[in-house]
């Protein structure tokens, strides 16, 4: 078996009836016995581009023996005309994340995946200096180990202030390599833990990556690219899935 991290992130499909439409990153998340999809809230709907989509296909694995086994599992976004995820407001606005709660007994029963809980996030009191090491775990541009249908892991570090909302919104930065379609990925680093309390998934959860970061009075000619990216507090999951 693979490492038990790269079984906690999932390719997301966004599709319109039949129609696809764009790829983007997922993960797993798990609150008493409640199991949710965690992604960025543009995945699911976004006004400005007119990205609407009615349900989400990711990727199962389905063989504990044979990890290229998969299976692809549809999750709609609309019962009734009532959206099926959840979405966070505060003070500033909106916030880039969304869940969908998954249906366990629709799930087959051979499925194999790991969860992030609320044991993964920082608890009071944790540290995250400036310059930390982070991954980014996801689906770039929709890549992955196409025979085993694993993520790929990108390198970062903080890059602001971790605890301060950057500019007065509900993330921080990172500075690494991303694509489109890494929208979505959990952004992880080593738990500190030695006492085997995280012995199953031995990361601690900092956020949700979200887009790229861009300064409008780039020149496009002129100046590069910050490299710079959006991260979301992972701590919204709480409020987000919440009884």
Known sequence: MVE?????????????????????????????????LVTSRHVVIDEPSHHSPDRLEIELHTDPGNIAATVGFSIPLYRNGTATWRQGMDSAGGIDVAVVEIERPALPESAVFRCFGPQQLLAAGDVVEVGTPVLILGFP?????????????????????????????????????THRGSS????????????????????????????????????LGEDEALGLNCTWYADILMTLTQA
Request: hydrophobic content about 40%.
């Open 141 to 177: 541009l929709g890549f992955r180990d196409g025979l085993h249908h694993i993520p790929v892991v990108r390198h970062a570090v903080v890059a602001s202030s971790f605890g301060l909302r950057f500019q007065g919104q509900g993330h921080f930065l990172t500075d690494g390599r």
């Open 4 to 36: 038990s991290i790269l079984l906690s992130a999932t390719p997301i499909a966004t599709f319109e009836g039949t129609q696809p439409l764009t790829q983007a990153s997922g993960f797993f998340f798990e609150r008493d016995g409640r199991l949710f």
């Open 184 to 219: 979505g990925s959990p952004v992880i680093m080593r738990s500190g833990q030695s006492d085997g309390t995280h012995r199953d998934l031995p990361w601690k959860l900092l956020g949700v990556h979200s887009a790229r970061l861009d300064m409008g009075g780039r020149e």
